[in-house]
């Protein structure tokens, strides 16, 4: 082999590799543009404004902006279409609420939660709080219930959409009494609110932003969901200690389109993982009675399945079944 011949072998032995490889980064790198997160319910509620800042801490961890982008209505399940139509390449994402595992088993759509979804990362829970106007005379959870009984069907609840974990919780438990109802559905949290605290509903039951108008003395909490007494309101009994055998939080994630690469979630993942552990996304969420309920994408998945079976066992229990 000639001088010229043996420094072009270890020049291509040195620097081809390196250059494939340099060649071979831009289409590799994740992210080089925005990101858009879909949140399911409206703008400016308790959920949204979480979800802002969570969006805001992760875009410095990604180097790249991730927009939020609301679709409110239908129960929380809105983003379900959008994630369906989506490219599985890390630039949609969006927050995926309990309803989702539920809806399906009550109506007929055109998505399946686990078929169509890539788990990224469980992120928090809820607390939900049945409430009645600051005036109300009801005073307790068993009043609402004997009034229920008084006035067959003139009781007026509502809740945050058809479907959703306030409105199947409240309707098993009427269920079980015989009791019936009004159903007043909201797609946000503060007209609802609102509209309770002036009287034009009875009781509202939802998750969050309720806070401000529990502390003013506009809304009286009778109960919540949780395994345990919030910090917030510690003389306020829950569901499990009145014997009702509920706990509810509709712990929530973020997730992809079906199809994304391991290694664009991990990229997600790690981002989100950072940023929901900040100061002050830990701060955000315990101003709604909120904690970190953390799952990694294998794990958050695994859970998923098992809340989506979980969902139609509780369905099918209730009746409200597709025909059912």
């Known amino acids: 082999m000639s001088r010229r011949q043996v420094l072009g072998a270890l020049s291509a032995a040195a620097f081809g590799p390196v250059s494939a490889k340099v060649m071979a980064q831009p289409s590799e790198r994740f992210p080089t543009r925005p990101i858009t997160l879909w949140v399911p319910w409206?703008?400016?509620?308790?959920?949204?404004?979480?979800?802002?800042?969570?969006?805001?801490?992760?875009?410095r961890q990604l180097g790249q902006r991730v927009i939020v982008d609301n679709r409110a209505g239908a129960g929380g399940t809105l983003a379900m279409p959008v994630l369906q139509q989506a490219a599985p390449d890390g630039y949609t994402i969006a927050q995926l609420p309990q309803p989702v595992l539920r809806a399906p088993h009550i109506q007929k759509v055109l998505w399946d939660p686990i078929r169509d979804t890539t788990p990224i990362i469980q992120i928090s829970g809820v607390t939900f709080g049945v409430l009645v106007p600051?005036?109300?005379?009801?005073?307790?959870?068993?009043?609402?219930?004997?009034?229920?009984?008084?006035?067959?069907?003139?009781?007026?609840?509502?809740?945050?959409?058809?479907?959703?974990t306030p409105h199947v919780v409240f309707d098993e438990l009427c269920a079980k009494r015989g009791l019936t109802y009004v159903h007043v559905p909201y797609k946000g949290t503060s007209e609802q609110m609102l509209a309770v605290s002036s009287g034009q509903v009875m009781v509202g039951i939802n998750s969050n932003g309720f806070a401000p108008f529990v502390d003013s003395g506009r809304l009286r909490l009778l109960a919540t969901f949780g395994e345990h007494r919030t910090k917030r309101w510690p003389t306020v009994p829950t569901l499990k200690e009145l014997g009702l055998g509920i706990v509810a939080t509709s712990p929530y994630g973020l997730v992809g389109p079906r199809g994304m690469s391991p290694a664009v979630v991990a990229v997600l993942h790690d981002a989100f993982k950072a940023a929901m552990n900040d100061p002050a996304h830990i701060a955000e969420l315990a101003k709604y009675d909120q904690e970190l309920t953390y799952l990694d994408a294998e794990d958050y998945g695994r859970s998923l399945k098992e809340g989506f079976a979980a969902e139609k066992r509780a369905v099918e229990r209730l009746g409200l079944n597709k025909g059912g």
């Open 42 to 59: 409206p703008a400016g509620g308790a959920t949204d404004l979480t979800m802002r800042l969570l969006a805001e801490l992760a875009g």
């Open 134 to 164: 600051g005036g109300s005379a009801l005073k307790s959870l068993d009043d609402v219930f004997a009034w229920a009984k008084a006035h067959p069907g003139e009781l007026t609840v509502s809740t945050n959409g058809v479907g959703t």
